[in-house]
């Protein structure tokens, strides 16, 4: 079994409020998902003083809860390999709550964040928005029905096995994406009998069912899940639906900081990355959010070599 | 009567965690008795008091005369003091009624300003153009309406749990998760016996049981009314669109209509729709209805018909044949008091309903006032307290200290819906997929709750179902598992 390297930074080297105020850095980098390491990956030490903050426990994003897993490869050697470049702080349980962009009074943009020991401010000349998203949940898409116990996202699934707990018993995995499947694998994998399915109109992949999800059964745990297939309605009855349709680009905390949006509530970047407030870049799923995009790394990438300042 | 073991001898009992009982309950503690309530579910406010407008109507539109107009005014004077001492969230948003043609101008002129007037109520009559300067975002098709100038929105879940924990405080009993099965009706005494096997003995009763209060009386024999289950379908956006008023239609004959109102705590809600279903569970939200509801708030804010949303519940109103609060003793006995029937304004009335029932119990069982009763509630945890600790729920930035602080309260959650309540945390975006995980480990740690054991909402609801040890278990973010295919 390979150890992640990530394992080596734990909580106990978080700095403290008061380690944070050297001064301004080059590049603040908020998520340290798959596009964040991409970044730092190629970066390297070439960004400068370079800060890295994320809220979860641990680096690798969302994806992180199911790799390793098959078709996930370039994914998984990007986090098992990854190395933090010296002089590149990380700070994990730190949340951004707020953007202030730089005006003519202040010439760094401001980053409000919030840790275990309270809410503080980071300054940086570039900020990289690389904060991915949510899963979408059947509330999102106003499935109808009864509102039970069993009814969960992968990323729930998943994060309820690593803490050693078996979410259901027979489940259906509702989506055709490769996350879709991969989740539906590993529930398999651990003893769940698993049903997979999804709309005709989705990628296409093989799922034991076809059809659209019309409503949720059952309370006060799930009992069935009824689908629209081929024009007939059927009742499968399952205590645990994972609801794997999609993602929500993560753009709450930007309310107010002028960060422009398009209609879809990603992130609007041009060719290059940049949003409309120049030293400010988006990359990864907040910009992307369709499930089964590959191109967190490849963008990862590229802005390493955007940035003023990073590789070329 | 049997010689079952009294578990517990009160002076009075309630029957209901609802907002309705829990305002009795508070009211009750003011006199020198002792008091306790049952609830079947494991939290209180988990029956309609959780899906409703939470609108704290004026009682502009009651039927004038009725005891539901009379204790509407009552409430309206007694709120402010209710606010301020139980520190509830409110937000005195003003209620706009909007007429979209000459029609309901019409009935606004003729029927709503005049019930108002002899509910001693002004409505002032605003122009089309008053109202969209006023509310932008209202429908320009509109032709004018009226603003209702005392109507505002409040946090139920708060209300209800604030007029417990005041209670508690001047020493009232609170047991959860005990379902009244069976009632026995003495001369003196009334014994109410639990599904668990637990026996209540009081000298008086109160059945304020929501929805099933005529069941309640069925169970002491007492045939009288019967309460049938009128749904309400809403939906949540957090896409607010500017709306800071509540947003009424002109009423039709059947029901108040679809609105439009802002969430005290964040947000808008829309709905509720209106639909007599025959199953007092039927919570399930539909198709149709929320189809309904986009129709609806399209008339009155037309950028509302398209928003995204992040959340659909639905409530069951409590439909008596009488048309009023049923609020009397029962047909088979002076010491059981039945309080039913409130049907689409018990949060409003709340206060005025506890205090009401309150002196109708003290008079018929002739009790004092107590010497030492604690006016008001200790202040919530200061803002330096919910600024402690890392964020743990992501879409609304709720942070470690005000899960812990909720944990710790007088009233601690007994289920995750129960903590989503008391925080706002889950509510967000991704519905509490990312950091439910979190919670659950918080749950562990401040109540020694056993996952395993821990419910989303009902008896019934866990959210695992089993340990995994066939594989050893993963140890928490290790980011290791084991081998494939092992
Ligand atoms: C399940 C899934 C499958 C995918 N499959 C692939 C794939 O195979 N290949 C591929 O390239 N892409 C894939 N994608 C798309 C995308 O690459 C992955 O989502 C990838 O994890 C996105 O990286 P990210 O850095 O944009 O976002 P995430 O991985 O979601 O990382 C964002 C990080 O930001 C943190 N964060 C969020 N908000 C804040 C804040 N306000 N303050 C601080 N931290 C914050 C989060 O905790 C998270 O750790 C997939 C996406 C998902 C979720
Ligand atoms: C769609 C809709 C919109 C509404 N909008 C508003 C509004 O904006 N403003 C307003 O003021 N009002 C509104 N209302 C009305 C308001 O919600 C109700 O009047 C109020 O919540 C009733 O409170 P209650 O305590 O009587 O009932 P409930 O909250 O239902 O409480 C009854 C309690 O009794 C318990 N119980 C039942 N049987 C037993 C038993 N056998 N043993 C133990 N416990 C038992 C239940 O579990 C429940 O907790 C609305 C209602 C609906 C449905």
């Given at each position: ?47 400068g ?19 390793p ?76 029905g ?11 699934a ?15 995995v ?17 003893g ?89 870049y ?31 | ?9 009160v ?21 020198d ?25 004026t009682?502009?539109?009651a ?34 009624m ?38 932008p ?46 009632i ?87 709905g ?26 399209g ?117 995750l ?27 562990q ?17 866990r ?18 598992r084991?081998?494939r295919?092992?």
């Open positions: 079994m390979r150890k992640m390297q990530m394992s080596a930074y734990t909580l106990e080297d978080m700095p403290l409020m008061e380690d944070l105020h050297e001064g301004d850095y080059d590049v603040a980098i908020v998520g340290a998902g798959l596009s964040a390491l991409s970044l730092l990956h190629s970066g390297g030490t070439a960004l003083r370079t800060v890295v903050l994320d809220y979860q426990e641990q680096v690798g994003g969302l994806l992180r809860y199911l790799l897993a098959d078709g996930f490869g370039t994914e998984w050697e990007l986090l098992r390999d990854f190395q933090l470049p010296s002089g590149v702080r990380l700070l994990l349980q730190t949340t951004a709550v707020g953007l202030l962009p730089a005006n003519d009074a202040e010439p760094t943009h401001t980053l409000v964040v919030r840790r275990r020991q309270g809410t503080t401010q980071l300054r940086a000349r570039q900020v990289v928005i690389a904060c991915g998203g949510v899963e979408r949940p059947r509330e999102h898409d106003a499935i109808p009864t509102r039970p116990s069993g009814v969960m996202t992968p990323v729930l998943l994060q309820l096995l690593a803490q050693g707990y078996l979410p259901g018993r027979r489940a259906l509702y989506g055709d994406s490769r996350y879709a499947l991969a989740t539906a694998r590993r529930l398999a994998e651990v769940l009998e698993v049903i997979t399915a999804a709309p005709a109109s989705g990628n296409g992949r093989s799922v034991r069912l076809c059809g659209t999800l019309q409503e949720i059964c059952g309370f006060p745990r799930l009992t069935a899940v009824r689908l629209l297939c081929d024009q007939q309605s059927v009742e499968v009855e399952v205590d645990t639906l994972i609801y794997a349709t999609g993602l929500l680009a993560g753009t709450h905390w930007l309310k107010g900081s002028g960060v422009a949006l398009t209609a879809a509530g990603t992130i609007a970047v041009d060719a290059h990355y940049r949003t409309n407030i120049p030293g400010i988006a990359i990864g799923t907040v910009v992307r959010p369709e499930l089964d995009h590959e191109d967190s790394v490849r963008m990862g990438k590229e802005v390493a070599t955007l940035l003023p300042g990073g590789v070329s | 009567m049997e010689m079952t073991s009294i578990d517990l001898d002076d009075i009992l309630v029957i209901g965690g609802g907002v309705v009982g829990c305002a009795i309950l508070r009211e009750l503690a003011r006199y008795a002792s008091i306790a309530l049952l609830e079947q579910y494991p939290d209180v406010c988990e029956g309609t008091s959780k899906a409703n407008s939470a609108i704290v109507h009682g502009f539109d039927r004038p005369g009725t005891l539901e107009a009379r204790l509407l005014a009552e409430a309206r004077q007694l709120w402010p003091e209710v606010i301020a001492r139980l520190h509830i969230p409110y937000l005195q948003t003003g209620a706009l909007v007429a979209l043609n000459e029609q309901e101008q019409a009935t606004i002129a003729r029927e709503i300003v005049p019930k108002a007037a002899a509910n001693g109520i002004t409505l002032q009559p605003l122009s089309r153009a008053e109202i969209l300067e006023a509310a975002y209202v429908n320009e098709r509109i032709v004018g309406g009226v603003l209702v100038e005392g109507e505002g929105v409040i946090d139920p879940f708060w209300t209800t749990r604030a007029y417990c924990e005041h209670a508690l405080l001047n020493g009232a009993q609170l047991f959860l998760g005990e379902r009244v099965s069976a026995e009706v003495g001369p003196q005494r009334l014994r109410v016996r639990t599904e668990n096997g637990k026996t209540f003995s009081a000298a008086l009763v109160v059945n304020a049981a929501g929805l099933w209060a005529d069941e309640i009386a069925r169970l002491a024999g007492d045939h009288s009314f019967r309460l049938t289950p009128r749904k309400g379908e809403f939906l949540i956006t957090e896409e607010d669109h500017g709306v800071a008023q509540i947003i009424l239609p002109v009423p039709s004959e059947v029901s108040k209509g679809i609105l439009v109102t802002p969430i005290v705590f964040g947000g808008v809600l829309l509720p729709t209106a639909e007599d279903v025959s199953d007092k569970r039927d919570l399930a939200t539909t198709t149709a209805g929320q189809q309904r509801i986009r129709e609806g708030v008339r009155l804010v037309p950028a509302m018909s398209t928003v995204s949303t992040v959340r659909q519940f639905a409530g069951l109103r409590a439909v008596s044949s009488t048309g009023d609060y049923i609020i009397r003793p029962s047909t088979v006995s002076e010491r059981l008091l039945h309080v039913a029937g409130i049907r689409s304004t018990g949060l409003s009335a709340s206060p005025a309903i506890g205090h009401y029932v309150g002196k109708l119990v003290g008079e018929t069982l002739g009790l004092r006032l107590r010497t030492s009763y604690r006016e008001t509630l200790p202040e919530p945890l200061s803002e330096a307290a919910h600024e402690d600790g890392e964020v743990v729920c992501l879409c609304r930035s709720i942070t470690r200290g005000e899960i812990l602080a909720a944990l710790r309260s007088t009233l601690p959650p007994q289920t819906d129960g903590l989503k309540r008391r925080t706002g945390a889950m509510l967000g975006e991704c519905q509490g997929n990312l950091c439910l995980p979190r919670l659950i480990a918080l749950f740690q401040e109540l020694g709750r056993d996952p395993l054991s821990l419910e989303k909402h009902a008896p019934g609801s959210l695992l179902v089993e340990r995994l040890t066939h594989l050893g278990g993963v140890p928490a973010h290790s980011g290791e084991p081998k295919g092992q």
